[in-house]
């Protein structure tokens, strides 16, 4: 049973290929008794080239695990992009404040403590014993 075709139209929006994505499969752990220790009922999908694995073992059954987890992988996806568009945004933010012209009294402030330190400087001298 393939995913939900509306998951998959989410992941295709995103820029991922349905084909690129492993699905691997694994015993769960906890409740469940002998079926847990028998069925390889927990789905992990990983995406290579971003770097996301979800990992599913919310039911006892696979097909359930299964669909749980591409929509949780469509939703990290979702969060990553949101992540990196906001990190962008920001990015350009600091950068039209660092441009920014300073204002007057700014400029008029830097410039007298540069002339208070240069007079501190050019007070220093060598010291004769």
Do not use: Y
């Not at 979800?54 to 992988?73: F, I, M």
Request: net charge positive; proline share 5%; charged share 40%.
């Amino acid at each position: 049973m393939a995913p939900e075709e509306w998951v998959l139209a989410r992941l295709r929006a995103l820029g991922v290929r349905p084909e690129d994505v492993l699905e691997s499969f694994t015993r769960s752990g906890g409740a469940g008794g002998q079926n847990v220790n028998k069925v390889s009922s927990a789905v992990i999908l990983r995406h290579p080239p971003t770097g996301t694995v979800v990992r599913c073992e919310e039911s006892r059954s696979q097909a359930a695990n299964r669909e749980l987890a591409w929509r949780r992988l469509a939703d990290a996806m979702e969060e990553a992009r949101r992540a990196r568009e906001a990190a962008r945004r920001d990015a350009l933010e600091r950068e039209r404040r660092r441009r920014r012209p300073k204002p007057r009294r700014l400029k008029e402030r830097i410039l007298e403590s540069k002339k208070h330190r240069a007079k501190t400087k050019q007070n220093r001298g060598r010291v004769d014993w």
